[in-house]
């Protein structure tokens, strides 16, 4: 993983290990910046904390009888229904939230309504309905065109989602 220097501009390998969003070349422009850095830092630092708590929190259970993507109530007489319901965090989605990218994510973390993230395409849109990307193993059964021989790792390992003993596709497939 790598970012830009935030001081000279150039490519830049080493991360903030404060506040691990600022990113420099070297030690050199990390202390040239350090002026500039400093309160951001802090704030950047106080911000992380906020997020990593609520992270940890499991969100709450959606009402019944609405949309948890886009808070439509439910009302059969009109032919509103639940197109997919996650039973592990709730999460309640209409038809039209079901075919979309953002709203028709649950809360899971390594699935999506149930179905492993491992097991499926790599998607950029394959979240935890919070922003936060699935960066587990995959192993996919392909739609269509298989992925080239290439794209996988040479043994078969276990995998970290889902425990199955497979070929993995490596990190630059994802």
């Not at 490519?11 to 030690?27: D, H, N």
């Not at 079901?98 to 979240?127: I, K, Q, V």
Request: aromatic share 10%; with cysteine; proline share 6%.
């Amino acid at each position: 993983m790598n970012g830009i220097c935030t001081n000279c501009h150039e490519l830049a390998y080493l991360r903030c290990t404060a506040c691990k969003e600022t990113w420099y070349c070297s030690a050199q422009c990390q202390s040239a910046d350090w002026p500039q850095h400093k309160r951001g830092c802090k704030i950047q630092q106080e911000l992380n904390k906020i997020n990593d708590r609520m992270a940890q929190q499991a969100p709450e259970k959606p009402p019944k009888g609405r949309c948890t993507g886009c808070n439509t109530r439910w009302d059969k007489a009109e032919g509103f229904v639940a197109e997919d319901v996650c039973d592990t965090c709730g999460y309640r989605a209409c038809e039209s939230c079901a075919s979309h990218h953002s709203n028709g994510t649950c809360y899971c973390e390594d699935s999506n309504f149930g179905r492993l993230y491992c097991e499926m395409e790599p998607r950029w849109y394959h979240t935890n309905g919070r922003g936060q990307a699935y960066r587990g193993d995959r192993h996919p059964e392909p739609y269509g065109e298989p992925f080239p021989e290439e794209a996988y790792e040479p043994e078969p390992r276990e995998c970290n989602n889902c425990g199955e003993v497979t070929r993995m596709l490596k990190q630059e497939y994802l």
